[in-house]
């Protein structure tokens, strides 16, 4: 996987990664799914926390592997829906700042924390983006939620032991939380450069399934 973070760099340099990362904050993810209607108690709720890589970043609208997900649910596990509530360039700052409201107004099954790459690529203090982790799977707990946590890993301008200790912290905390973990999103797709946007970052349409297939088996069994 490390392969495809080198051909990041070398293509876009670890400066126009970050700016690509500000530039998109704040942007919502398309077609948030609403809170069942009153009637429908019976409807699970399975919450989205993640950045652009969850958001629909630059793919026509209901070709995410979120909206994928609702598909397959609707087909496999009808009493479940998704609210996704990931915005582009969010950080675990920015869930941990979100989360007790989304919490409080859909009351999730099950929480998929897909955050972190851009506390990464900004360089920020890992103890800091560690803490956040806990904290979103703790609360998320706490809530009554079922936890899947979902890795990344990052380019090496920070040099390898950087590099190393952030994809650490993914099973670490997970383990901590008795969360569920997707250890890499970007699994079996990294090196290959036809399921990515021009940026070289964000999958394309086409990569989108391949993320959903990822998340897929570790989420399944969580769904009664």
């Known amino acids: 996987m490390r392969l495809f973070f080198r051909y990041l760099c070398s293509r876009l340099g ?3 990664a970050a700016l690509l990362a500000a530039a998109t904050i704040a942007q919502p993810a398309h077609g948030q799914t ?3 209607a009153p009637g429908s108690a019976a409807t699970r709720i399975i919450l989205v926390l ?4 969850s958001a629909e970043y630059g793919v026509e609208r209901g070709s995410g592997w979120v909206p994928l997900l609702q598909k397959r649910l609707d087909e496999q596990k009808p009493g479940y829906k998704v609210v996704n509530a990931s915005i582009s360039g969010d950080t675990t700052s920015g869930g941990v700042t979100r989360l007790p409201a989304l919490l409080a107004q859909h009351h999730p099954a099950v929480v ?3 955050l972190g790459s851009n506390d990464a690529l900004r360089g920020l203090q890992l103890n800091m983006t560690e803490n956040n982790l806990r904290t979103l799977a703790q609360e ?3 809530a009554g939620a079922q936890v899947v946590l979902v890795g990344m890993q990052i380019p090496p301008n920070y040099g390898r032991d950087y590099t190393t200790r952030f994809a650490a912290l993914f099973p670490r905390i997970a383990q901590e939380n008795q969360a569920s973990l997707v250890p890499f999103l970007l699994d079996g797709i990294a090196t290959n ?7 070289g970052m964000h999958p394309n349409e086409a990569g989108q399934p391949k993320l959903l297939d990822n998340v897929w088996p570790v989420l399944a069994p969580l769904l009664k």
């Open 193 to 199: 450069r036809e399921l990515f946007q021009a940026d």
């Open 50 to 53: 993640g950045d652009s890589l």
């Open 112 to 114: 998929i924390i897909e």
């Open 14 to 16: 670890f400066a126009a």
């Open 34 to 36: 609403a809170t069942p």
């Open 140 to 142: 998320s707990k706490r």
